[in-house]
């Protein structure tokens, strides 16, 4: 059974960091492209970052580039979101899933970036 489930969200001043975890179970994680989407409220969900199986390529929405980091550790089934610099407008749930959003989603976890 494929379990997706994020967390590291939390309420952060704008300019602060979050380090968002993504723990994945029942599937073979190390040979899928994993992605972080979000969805803000009354927004469509959309993508924040991908990575390849092997870390090496990484790809960023423009609206988070510079400022997030993406990664992953296959030996442990887990993708990470650093977030720094956070903005107001970064505030949303963030789910992971396999590029495509191929799994059923998770939970989420969520952020919010507010003075």
């Known amino acids: 059974q494929v379990q997706l489930v994020e967390s590291g969200g939390g309420l952060v001043q704008p300019g602060g960091s979050l380090k968002l975890s993504c723990a994945a179970s029942?599937?073979?994680?190390?040979?899928?492209?994993m992605t972080w989407y979000r969805q803000a409220p009354g927004l469509e969900r959309g993508l924040v970052a991908t990575?390849?199986?092997?870390?090496?390529?990484?790809l960023y929405a423009d609206s988070v580039k510079g400022r997030f980091t993406i990664s992953r550790d296959n030996s442990k089934n887990t993708m990470y979101l650093q977030m720094n610099s956070l903005k107001p407008e970064d505030t949303a749930v963030y789910y992971c899933n396999a590029r495509g959003g191929r799994f059923k989603w998770g939970q989420g976890t969520q952020v919010t970036v507010s003075s």
């Open positions: 029942g599937f073979s994680f190390s040979i899928y492209e």
């Open positions: 990575i390849t199986v092997s870390g090496g390529i990484t």
